[in-house]
């Protein structure tokens, strides 16, 4: 043979199978879903042939634990003995593609011609009985998992449809238990505009009540509250107290934004439902609304997505880039028509979901504009709603980040200073946006330099008396480049306030990542921290008006004094949550044994009476 010669590549079914299951599919009980898929196409094609034609489908049960059958039966399109040659012979070849591309749109569900393998992760054979709405003789297809298949015609012709006969294998019993059956076919199909009966020996019930009105119209959902919380609630298994409804302007993608009854994380999974051509296919739907919309949990109906084949998620396309902004439009102006009609459920909202709030409203000054009053912002005066915040009148400061705030906060707040902590995610953002949307409002970045204009400078006579303390206390501070300033500011209580430039926290931070880093890394960090200038110092101000400074500053005790600086320092350094580092830490320890050492032999001299 030379070496030109074209081999066919074999397919390992059972290698991809696992695969399927193991990877594609997120548990075997997806089987159920794509069976239901396959009839709901089924009925599909056949009502574009017979106008008019009233879908059904029935899942009967029968036998128990590893004896237990399961068949669904369709009344749809059936298949003739060449389709099934076509579409069941070949793995991923289905009939249901109008073009050659995966994620064009078509009028089906189905589309990549895998689905019915999913039935191997339940069933050692699938059996196939298929009958054509087109004519021809009724089928008999059998399908192994090594692949092979076997097709004969049967005697007598049955009526069209396709009945899917499937045998429990070991260890798939629960997935073939009535009342897993019965709850995963609601799941599923609570939308299919059908029934689906479900038989077992012993009853029989169809699993899809009637189809709510406000499926066709979400706008009357509004009327209908409790069916529509009772719903959300059998489909999402969460008992809600608020909705918002959805709809698109085709009319094509539409559902209910139920609100979440408890606080979300910015990191939770979204998890929305989407329904295809009214079946579910997508449980954890992550991309169908704008990153903001965190606070609901949505049942959606749509028939204009496509699903990957994971069925997890939809093709990012401009399809989906569309539906996802009109939806993210529905909830928000819902919410700004509560703004202006219904503040009080609005606020309910924005308690639990402020976070979700910001988000939208960084990303839109209209919303910002109106909800800005009720969003809650931490500030030197408390926690507070932005809208009371403008009405104390004041300028309000804003720190951009959270270690900034809690240097100032003391310092602001004894000085009557209104300062919000803009650290936290969007909070800056929106601080710095809100005179736009606020003409009254009067915001300013503050820096924690800025704040030290607020300090009293000493006195001459002060400056003289006080150059000897301050130069040892610099030069005590020197290696941990940080330069000593004395001052007086409010409040007394606060001994000293450590603060750093933009250059020395950026130093603090190399310092940290080289004592963690590898001798390599380390020696890179080392020259970069050699290139900064001195305006990586930080600064330490020390209070002329507290008390213990005071003595301290005019204490000569020269053995004493510079562990009480270096103590101030790490003290400072705590008190604005500063990360230590390992000397700093020492420095601290070493202090404190020194101070009880000295405490103790003092109380010795003293015969301890000293309180
Ligand atoms: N109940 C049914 N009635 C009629 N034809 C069916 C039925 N079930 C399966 N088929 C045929 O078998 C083909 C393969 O089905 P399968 O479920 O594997 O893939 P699919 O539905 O085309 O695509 P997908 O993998 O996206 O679900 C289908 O394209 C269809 O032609």
Redesign the pocket.
């Known amino acids: 043979m030379s070496s030109a010669d074209p081999y066919r590549f074999q397919v390992n079914l059972s290698g991809m199978i696992d695969i399927l299951s193991n990877h594609l599919y997120s548990s075997p009980k997806v089987f159920l879903r794509?069976?239901m898929?396959?009839?709901t196409?089924?009925i599909t094609?056949r009502r574009k042939l017979e106008t008019g034609h009233k879908g059904s489908v029935m899942v009967e049960l029968s036998g128990d634990g590893s004896s237990a059958t399961m068949t669904v039966e369709?009344n749809?399109?059936?298949?003739t003995e060449e389709?099934i040659h076509e579409?069941?012979a070949m793995i991923g070849?289905?009939?249901?593609r109008d073009s050659d591309s995966l994620a064009a749109e078509t009028s089906?569900?189905?589309?990549?011609?895998?689905?019915?393998?999913s039935c191997f992760m339940v069933s050692d054979e699938i059996i196939?009985l298929?009958q054509s709405a087109k004519g021809g003789p009724a089928m008999e297809w059998r399908g192994k998992p090594d692949g092979t298949y076997t097709i004969r015609k049967l005697e007598t012709k049955l009526s069209p449809?396709?009945k899917?006969y499937l045998r429990c294998k070991p260890e798939a019993e629960m997935y073939f238990e009535p009342d897993e059956v019965g709850e995963k076919l609601f799941y599923y199909g609570a939308l299919l505009p059908y029934p689906i009966t479900l038989r077992t020996s012993d009853s029989s019930r169809v699993i899809n009540a009637e189809l709510p009105v406000w499926i066709e119209e979400p706008g009357l959902a509004r009327s209908r509250r409790q069916e529509v919380l009772q719903f959300g609630q059998r489909l999402l298994g969460e008992q809600f107290g608020d909705f918002i409804p959805l709809r698109t302007a085709s009319g094509r993608t539409g559902g209910i934004a139920y609100i979440l009854p408890h606080a979300v994380n910015l990191n939770a999974r979204r998890s929305n439902r989407v329904y295809l051509k009214q079946m579910l296919v997508s449980e954890k739907a992550e991309n169908v609304l704008p990153e903001w919309a965190f606070f609901v949990k949505c049942l959606i109906w749509t028939d204009e997505l496509q699903p990957t084949?994971s069925r997890e998620h939809f093709y990012e396309n401009e399809r989906l880039e569309q539906i996802r902004e009109e939806l993210g439009d529905s909830i928000r102006d819902e919410l700004l028509r509560m703004a202006e009609y219904d503040p009080d459920r609005l606020q309910a909202i924005i308690r639990l979901h402020a976070l979700s709030m910001k988000a939208l409203a960084v990303e839109d000054d209209a919303f910002f504009g109106l909800i800005y009053r009720w969003l809650p912002f931490e500030s030197t005066y408390g926690s507070m709603e932005l809208g009371a915040l403008v009405r104390e009148g004041q300028k309000i400061y804003y720190t951009f980040t959270v270690d900034e705030y809690r240097q100032i906060t003391h310092v602001a707040a004894a000085q009557s200073l209104l300062v919000v902590n803009g650290g936290y995610i969007y909070d800056g953002a929106l601080l710095s946006i809100l005179p736009q949307v606020c003409p009254e409002a009067d915001t300013e970045l503050l820096s924690v330099d800025d704040i030290s204009l607020s300090f009293v400078e000493l006195s001459s006579v002060e400056r003289n008396r006080y150059y000897d303390f301050l130069r040892m206390a610099d030069s005590v501070l020197q290696r941990f480049r940080c330069h000593v300033e004395l001052k007086r500011f409010k409040p007394a209580e606060l001994p000293a306030l450590y603060t750093l430039s933009k250059e020395s926290a950026a130093l603090r931070s190399l310092e940290a990542a080289e004592e963690k880093s590898t001798e390599l890394l380390s020696s890179v960090l080392k020259n970069l921290s050699a290139s900064l200038n001195e305006a990586a110092y930080a600064k330490l101000y020390f209070n002329l008006d507290n008390p213990m400074i005071a003595r301290i500053a005019d204490s000569s005790d020269k053995v004493m004094l510079p562990i009480a600086i270096e103590m101030l320092y790490v003290n400072a350094l705590m008190m604005g949550h500063y990360p230590m580092s390992r000397e700093e830490l020492a420095v601290l320890n070493k202090g404190i044994v020194r101070f009880i050492d000295w405490g103790l032999a003092k109380s010795a001299q003293t015969g301890g009476d000293d309180q």
């Open positions: 794509e069976l898929q396959n009839a196409d089924a094609a369709d749809g399109i059936g298949l389709e579409f069941l070849q289905s009939s249901k089906f569900i189905g589309r990549f011609g895998i689905g019915l393998l196939m298929t449809g396709t899917v084949a």
